[in-house]
DNA sequence: AGCACGCCGACT
DNA sequence: GTCGGCGTGCTC
């Protein structure tokens, strides 16, 4: 008996897989899905059984070493999956069965010693007799670093990695500066030091988790000098109880009943269908949601239903778990590694039918999947920015095709592909054009900042909105501001020389916070404390340009001093509480106006929220991407729905420097459709997504002309590959710098591939190994279809 | 990732 | 003639 194993080792050639012997004792434990350790060159690693065969063509086969699980871990359709995803984003097949299962069972790799063959010494082997840590051998004999790979080679001693489950118990470090130490106590040399040195200064305490590499080891040597003092704090985890008025639903509209019955069929069926519900805001859609999962569930299928983000649409898992209770398992991110793990099981056991998650909660392990619901599909949080880069729509397909199922797909703004795809049968459309309640979607009232500019209006907020602002107030009604940038200000900016204060080791430029008295790389959270001038020209006249979260509050609470404000954006979120408490406030009226980024747009349902500002609409058009009308679009539209919920009437006014731009246009008199049809002929026009496929290659590392170099090697590879095989229907554009060309000390260079022979490419590229031909140092990291091409 | 293998310059 | 730098390639 032959086991076929992916081995996870971060190697070359790893998408093929390694013949193991079965030994005799764990003939009955192993089957395919098993996760095993296996011999592997001179280390032991995980590796995951795929199948069982009779013969292997190869000699001198290794046995497997060991079964980490009881039962396997995987199923045959999950298997399939990992496969099909291996190759789809060209990735090593361990990479993808990592990511199927929750963390805490693959990150506790602990290194361990143990006696090997040529092991002779009695001592040495009573003493192994368990595995034993290196510090706890070298403790106990005596043996220097040197000695053990020593040992090593001569096959005394085998190192092998140890998986065990974390405590469900999370702790977090937090430094402080020792009383009474001053910058003297620390050598004049170590930059670094001094700069964490100012950062505790200034905050006080930090967590160590948080710091960027560099700061960690300064933070360690300061420990050790007693300098900064280190306490370790436990995390508490949080419980999801935000008290929400339930909205009485009674009876479903025209609308909705017509969708729930078109896709209820297909769930009858058991036929492979795929939805995209394009329904407004408020119009129903989670109902709906509601009543295709319990069909599903009377059906004896398993339902799988995601949202972007867990922590941010606790409405959504409230109403499941309200209308199922103990058959629903909820997989956040708020959870700890070990409660992860207990829903897993939870799921993996057949104890629920139904998961609510995020992104990763697409590889529950159900065993038979009959419905998989997608909320607000057009977000981009359903692409996974790390290796497996798979986009979760792709993988409810892949999975639904295994396991025959229905997708459904839901927005009040598709995106452009998807919407596309229905008009190719790819998806059916089903549409919900009407709001369940009463109201109406509220008005929005564009402004024209440049000419607010022109008739001496130089504040943030134009007279229409400062207008509608006040009467809110007035009425004890609540205001919603929203900026989608965070801190105090973007650049800080020398008024005598122009020199601009930028990060040293990522090429942008320094936001400031803290009303101008920290500069902070928001990449690698480098800080700088207040400048008092400016570096090159010691000139003392800085300005602070730019407008962010932070300052906007400062500026409404100069002209609204009475009103009481909350701010929700990243800096305001210290702990994992922090959302829903704010969102607790603000439901409770202790705040007049709330002032967010990204983050309150999704979800919010306040009913006395009668005014919406959006400071400034266009700060997404400047990007240099294709999707950054559509992105635009999509957030115009989300921001707006948070006005008129309740029973009032709500106005929203939409401030932008291009307000005869079509996104702007048509996303302030909702036509979506309208901008659909002109954005789907500039993709047309410029052949991107939807008419053609994208295959991005980063290249990165830290010597600048290395970079360039093998980035112009990609470009000739991926030519001659095209020569070669004749590829058709195919573009090589490249490379380019990147946007942001340097991070963290490291170089970026891009090369795009736009094709319409994606299939051809994957094969090849698979083929070819491509990301792992070059040479040490240089990462090449390829995202198929990547989310955006900056 | 590790580690061996092998090819080239510096040195006993 | 040997030691050790690191570029290349393999691990069932």
Redesign the pocket.
Known sequence: MIAEVAVD?????LN?V????IPPHLKQFISPGSRVIV?????RVLGYVLDIKEH?D?T???YIHDILDGQPLLDENMIKLGKWMAHRYITSLACCFNAMLPSALKTNAVEKYTVGDNCYDEKLKTFLSTPKALGELIKAFGLSSQDI?LY??RGVLVKQKHYEHKSSQKYIDILQLTKGVTKEDISKRAYRQHQLFEVLKNQKEVVFQKLPVELKRAANSLVEKGVVLKKQKQVFREPNNINIQEKCVISLTSYQKQVFETVSESLSNLKRDSFLLWGVTGSGKTEIYLRLAEKAISQNNDVIVLVPEIALTPLMVNRFKNKFNDNVAVLHSGLSQGEKLDQWQKIKEGKVKIVVGARSAVFAPFKNVGLIIIDEEHENTYKQEENPKYHTIEIAQKRLELSQGVLLLGSATPSIESLYRTEHGEYKLLNLPKRATANEMPLIDVVDMKSELENGNRSIFSKKLFKSIKKSLDNNEQVVLFLNRRGFSTTTLCRKCGFTFKCPSCDLTLTSHDNGNFLICHYCHYQLSKPNSCPSCKSIHLSFNGIGTEKLQKEVQKVFPKSKILRMDVDTMSSKDSYNKVYQQFADKQGDILIGTQMIAKGFDFPDVTTVGIIIADMGLNIPDFRSAEKTFQLVTQVAGRAGRGDKAGVVILQTYSPEHYSIEHSSKYQYKQFYLKEIKIREALNYPPFVKIIKFDIVANQEERVKKEAIEVAEMLKELQKKHQIQKSEILGPVMSARYKLRNNYRWQVMLKTNNMKQWLDILNKYNFPHKF??GIRVSIDVEPTTTT
Not at 18 to 21: E, I, M, N, V
């Open positions: 080792c971060p190697m070359k050639k093929k390694f013949h193991y012997l011999p592997f060159g001179r280390q292997s190869i001198q086969l290794k790979s090593i080679k040479s040490k």
